[in-house]
């Protein structure tokens, strides 16, 4: 897997169909940042997160940094790493989301893909409009908490 360029920016909201096999197409502008490669893990919230590979090196490296005498350190340690998956996208675009994981997000057909910047998070699209109706309805109060003026 070849290095990615820091200045990938995931960005929109994209509804798409998983398959019976837990093949997902990725937007097609998602799939040109992560054409030479990625991971796939857990996220926060039960969803799933795709990382570029130099963005992945990133997380390792904060990984790296959790002491392993520390349990809980240790534990979400083992918990991202061991849930994580490098992926190719095949000749059609798509990704194959592996059981485990499908469960762990509640996928089952209907999946929104969502661009959070640095990464890819994969979402159960009911939940998603869920959580996002949730946000939107207190983004002014999120604003101020914390003290950022974006618009």
Same mark, same amino acid.
């Given at each position: 897997m070849e290095e990615q360029d820091d200045s990938a920016e995931f960005l929109g909201t994209h509804h798409h169909a998983m398959d019976t096999k837990g093949r997902l197409v990725l937007p097609a502008t998602f799939r040109e940042l992560l054409k030479e490669g990625m991971v796939m893990t857990i996220g926060y919230d039960n969803c799933l997160t795709l990382q570029t590979t130099s963005e992945w090196k990133k997380t390792l490296t904060t990984l790296r940094s959790l002491k392993t005498s520390n349990p809980r350190e240790r534990l979400f340690t083992r918990l991202v790493a061991s849930n994580a998956e490098p992926q190719t996208l095949d000749k059609q675009g798509r990704i194959s989301i592996p059981q485990d994981l499908r469960e762990y997000a509640r996928l089952d057909k209907d999946v929104a893909v969502v661009g959070a910047v640095?990464?890819? +998070?994969?979402?159960?699209? =009911?939940?998603?409009? +869920?959580?996002?109706?949730? =946000?939107?309805?207190?983004?002014?109060e999120l604003s101020a908490e914390f003290d950022i003026n974006i618009f």
């Open positions: 640095t990464r890819v +998070e994969i979402w159960d699209a =009911g939940r998603w409009d +869920e959580y996002e109706g949730g =946000g939107l309805s207190n983004l002014a």
